[in-house]
């Protein structure tokens, strides 16, 4: 395939040109060369920003998808860190399954109010718990660095 610009990959890649020059710059794509003072990209350059974007579909962060990238740019994927990522996905889904079924009750509910539904106060008491736990590990975060 022929090299492409980076405004050709950007077309085709559905993203900004930005974009692909914070990729190059985190060593996620290389660009091989120029045309004039536009980067030029192999056309091979395409399945990898569609491995990138399943990567971040799937909730990896931007060094966990470099990390599936041999030196010699081949794809070389963990998988016990596709298996854990799956896991996260799990727990994920099943939070906003119960959510979602919470939510849902919560609106036809036929208690006076809301406060007065004990669904709606689990769902309230789950939430709480949970932005509370997020911001104790954000803070652990924070201290450890």
Excluded at 45 to 64: K, M, N, P, T, Y
Excluded at 109 to 130: G, I, N, Q
Aim: charged fraction near 30%.
């Amino acid at each position: 395939m022929r090299d492409l610009d980076i405004g050709e990959v950007a077309i085709r890649a559905g993203i900004p040109a930005s974009t692909l020059r914070f990729y190059e710059e985190k060593g996620l794509v290389t660009s091989v060369g120029r045309r004039g003072l536009r980067r030029l990209f192999d056309g091979d350059v395409l399945e990898r920003l569609a491995l990138i974007a399943l990567g971040r579909s799937a909730g990896f962060s931007l060094d966990e998808i470099a990390s599936m990238f041999a030196p010699d740019g081949r794809v070389h994927i963990d998988r016990r860190m596709l298996t854990s990522k799956a896991d996260e996905l799990d727990l994920t889904i099943r939070k906003l399954s119960a959510m979602r079924e919470g939510l849902r009750h919560a609106a036809v509910c036929r208690a006076p109010s809301h406060m007065e539904c004990p669904t709606f106060r689990r769902l309230l008491k789950v939430a709480a718990d949970s932005t509370a736990g997020a911001r104790k590990r954000k803070s652990v975060l924070k201290s450890a660095s």
